[in-house]
Structures are given as C-alpha cells and as structure tokens.
C-alpha cells in the first residue's frame, strides 16, 4: 500500500514527452510510473483525468525581505508559490557587506521553519571577503551558485567592477563544474548616461513607457558580452539572469555558438507584459518591462532554446508601498509574481504562441534543477525523484484577483485579465499541498537543499 496514486491524468515529462499514465508515490517520493492497472495500491488516490501533471516549478530567482523582512515574506510568498504550482524556489540572499557566515545558519532554520516550499539559496557577491569566503560557503552550508551585479541600483545594490567580477568566476570554477555564478548584465555606466538623460528630459517624472529609456538595451547587451568573455577567461558557468531584450537575445544566441557553460534566463513577466501596459508606473521595474518586439523576441529564444530557464525575478511590494502615483522618479521597483508564474507561462506560451507543453517543464522545472545542481532529486517526474507535482487544467479560465494568491502584497501585474491554464492541485514531497487557491499543509517540513561541489571546496 502506497501513500498516494494520481490516475486518468496526462503526465509532461520535460525531455520525455507527453504520455497518458499512472503515478505511485510513497514517502515522499515518486515509486512507479505506468498504466493504471500496475500500480500499487494507495491509501489515497487522485482521479486526474482532462488534467496534465507537471513535476513542480522551480523558480529560480526570488527576492524576499524588502518590505516585511525576510522571514515575513518567507512564510507569505512560499504560500503564493505552492498554491501557484511551484515547489522549489531559489532565493536570491543579499548582504552588503561582511561575511555571510554569522547568520546562514539562523536563516537556514527559518527556511524549514517558515517556509513552505523547498528552498536553495544564490549568495549575492558584493565584496572582496565574500569572493573569498566562497569555498566556505560551498562546504559548510552547500551553496554552489552565486550572484553578481554589473551594475547597481540606487538603494538596493552595489555592483562589482570587473576585477573582482572576475575573481567571483575564479572561486566559483573551485568549486568544480556544478558551480555557477549567475550575473546581472548592464554596463553601469552606460546606464548611469541614460538615467541622467531622462532626468533631463523628464525632471517632473514619466510613464512607465518612458521609464524604459533608463535601462537601455545596448547596456545589457555590452555587459553580456563582458561577462561572457570573465566567465571563460576563469572557465567557469555563466547563468545570465532576466534577459529581457532583443538585443540581448540575439547576442546571446550568437555567444551561444561558440562558448558552452552560458545558462539564460527569462522572467514570466518579461515574457508577457510591455512598457505600454495600463498597469501603469505599478509596474516599475529593474529591468524595466520593455516593448512587444522584446516579448516576440525572447519567445523567439525559448522556441530555439537560447533561454534555458523561467524565473519571476519576485521583489513583493504592496500597492501603497510602490508609490505609483508619486510619479515616474519615485515610484518603487518589483512586483509580487509567484502566484501567476505558472498561468502565465500556460497563457502565453502554451495557449497564445503554441509552445509545447514539454518545453515549459523543461524551462520551469528541469533546466533549473539541472543548471543548479538539484537534478534528478528535483525538475522531472521520474521514479526515485522528489515527488513535487502540479496538476494543471489547460482549460481552466480565471480573472487574476491578488486577493486569493496568498501573497502580503495586494495587487497584480495581471490583475483583472483573465488568464487561460490554471493549477489545480500542487503536491509537494508526496502531500496534496494545495488545491485550488487553498493550502492544505501548514508553513514549515520543508528542505533547504545542500549542493554538494563537484570538486571539493579547499
Ligand atoms: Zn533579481
């Protein structure tokens, strides 16, 4: 007698296929695969017909923390991305300056206790001493991917000039081939041009058609190439979070031909919502949201796989916290994505632009898990993995109402646009987690994932 048997459903194996079967799974995780009749026995059984079962999404780009505080939002927006159908995040950890080493274990506690999907953590990379202490952090606490930022936002973050971006690359390479450092690619100074400009131009403040003019394509694109040239100078693992432009696509497409170890992610939001939406200076972000030949372009990337992966870049702020009607200067960045991740992706990319079912696995679920070390555990259906499932109805259409997706925030890129392919039922770790927009299971028994470097850390 098995835990749990899922039957009648339509299984989307990433880099398998599409297959009418049967699951098994027990303690946690999946023990057979096959036609109905040759399962086991379960004490509890999930009819699935008309429905497609998923491995859970992986997320791999989150921040958490800068409203509420990060146990805070730990616990609300881990919720929003279970009952959404995502299983895994990969939380984006930020510190200024000093050692990580004081508080990583205190935060790993919380991660268990708090959090109600699986976690693994990116450290952010700002210093000399961090760069330095990497291989401790690989060792003593399992994190084997990292970040960077070419360029810095007011506030937020400070960047690393290129020396040290490239002694980032060399500890990361130490850590053997499973290591990563994942960068944000803009020159900074051209940026820093195109901000002065547009503060010129627009003292008074803007749309958020004009806020793109901050961001200029071509900086991104620069930066690409940059990084791509430090990364191979070290031979370590690029992973290029958020592209968001045309031209970042196109170059990338070309770097692609000719340097393996380059990883590419896009943003659900990038995939789908342009400068010229009415959401308005809501919608403010770094990157910011830009034209629909960007949109065309970076689906244009997913269809011949210069984008590996799909992240939310998720920065929650409540409305009144963004401040849009403070003008273009003062609004606030970020927005609360890990309730519509999953729709979003069915809506745009399944329903509207034909992508194949399997294709949106394997970007939200098995190339994060493989980039970041946590394959086969994570990102398939596949006996011996993690049993962390999403039954999703394709036909299923909903209006976006933030009020029912668990997040502290309280609006939505989406909201009142009604979105076709919904989540209807999350498992995770071999227990109906959600069902619905209700979460079954409390905060808390979850796994913050340890890496383990291919090459021991010295
Ligand atoms: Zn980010």
Known sequence: MVDLSITGGTLVIPGVGVQRAGLAVDRGRVMAIGAEGTLPAARRTVEASGLHVFPGFIDPHVHLGQVLGFEKELRTESRSALAGGITTLGIHVRKLQGSYLPEMEATIKAVEAQASTD?????????????????QYARAFGVTSFKAYMCGMAGFTTSVDDGLLLEAFQAVRTLGDEAILAVHCENEPLVNDALARLRQTKPEGGTLADWAESHPAIAEEEAIIRAAFLAAQAGARLYVVHLNTRLGVERLRRIRREQPGIYVETTSPYLSVTRHDPIGLLGKMVLPLRDTEDVEALWAGVRDDVIDTFGTDNTGRPRAGKQPEKGMWEARTGYP?????????????YHRRGIPLVKLAEKGALNPARIFGLYPRKGTIAVGGDADLVLVDLEREEVVDPSVLHSFTDWSLWEGKRLKGWPVMTVRGGVVAAEGHRLLVEPGGVTYLRRAPSRSPQ
């Open 119 to 135: 976690v693994f953590y990116h450290l952010q990379l700002f210093t000399p001493e961090q760069v330095a202490e990497v291989p």
């Open 337 to 349: 994505v890990l309730g519509t991740h999953v729709p979003v992706l069915l809506h745009e990319g």
